[in-house]
């Protein structure tokens, strides 16, 4: 179970290659509580799911022509 969770654990630099950022904006949102990581040994980490699920929390939804 424990290595599972590891696997789905990314590190700073993983976490901005795959947001597109600079790792700056990453720390700014862990002060800001904007995203949530670990530390582990001293580095953060951060779960996929709970990326991709903040992800998706974030999404605007497209306006349905038609719709007010």
Request: aromatic share 8%.
């Amino acid at each position: 179970m424990c290595s599972l969770i590891m696997a789905r654990l990314i590190d700073i630099d993983e976490l901005a290659d795959y947001l597109r950022l600079k790792k700056q904006t990453i720390y700014n949102w862990l002060h800001q509580r904007k995203i949530s990581g670990i530390k582990v040994g001293g580095v953060w980490r951060f779960d996929r799911r709970d990326i991709d699920s903040w992800l998706k929390s974030r999404r605007r939804q497209s306006k349905v022509p038609g719709e007010s």
